[in-house]
């Protein structure tokens, strides 16, 4: 199973931080299940460390606020040196049809804090082509969603949100509280973590 990345100090100052990162690592949970259950059926993975056509393609980066939070504060704090220089130009020309501005050199710059959304997104049986989206060309080749796991992780977010008693989150999630509440990642105004 996927580790569940750790930051001890910075959990106990800052409560959101752990709720963020247990969220996450629920999603990884379910990712690796649904990955090993695919590769069970013969499938063959195509995702790999460098292979960023995605991150280059995609419009529509869905990212919940406390994620908003954690890339903000792992930008502010745990990016340095030359990944750092080419973030703070990359992060002042964002846009819808740019590639993501946390790209640096092929690499997911935040790959600890990345979304949900970038965690789920897996392809299988053949690499993107560049300028290809898989979403639309091939939607029989993606990871099915992780639903269950991604509903769990609202679970674990809600508190964050003033939603803390076990049925009230239950109905948030129904009421599907956290969908009204995303925002497009590329849409984001990164800029201001420039300064
Ligand atoms: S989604 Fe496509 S481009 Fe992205 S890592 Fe997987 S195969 Fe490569
Ligand atoms: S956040 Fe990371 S994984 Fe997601 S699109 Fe951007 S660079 Fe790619």
Redesign the pocket.
């Known amino acids: 199973m996927p580790k569940r990345p750790s930051f001890p100090a910075e959990e106990r100052a800052i409560p959101w931080l752990g709720l963020l990162i247990d969220a996450h690592h629920t999603v990884d949970k379910g990712v690796k299940k649904a990955i090993d259950s695919e590769l069970r059926r013969g499938r063959r993975l195509a995702c790999r460390e460098g292979c960023?056509n995605?991150?280059r393609t995609?419009r529509d980066?869905p990212v919940y606020p406390l994620e908003i939070m954690g890339i903000s504060w792992y930008v502010r704090n745990k990016i340095n040196g030359r990944d750092r220089d080419i973030l703070m130009s990359q992060l002042k020309q964002t846009g819808i049809h740019r590639p993501?501005p946390?790209?640096v050199e092929d690499r997911?710059s935040?790959?600890i804090m990345?979304?949900m959304a970038?965690r789920q997104f897996n392809v299988f049986d053949r690499p993107c082509d560049d300028g290809e989206d898989p979403f639309y060309t091939r939607p029989h080749d993606l990871l099915p969603p992780v639903t269950r796991y991604i509903e769990q992780a609202f679970f674990i977010m809600l508190p964050f949100h003033g939603v803390e008693r076990e049925s009230d989150r239950i109905r948030a999630i129904e009421d599907r509280l956290m969908h009204r509440m995303v925002k497009n990642?590329k849409e984001c105004n990164w800029r201001l973590l420039c300064f």
Do not use: G, T, V
Request: charge should be positive.
């Open positions: 960023s995605c991150c995609h980066i993501c946390f790209l997911c935040i790959h990345r979304p970038c990642l």
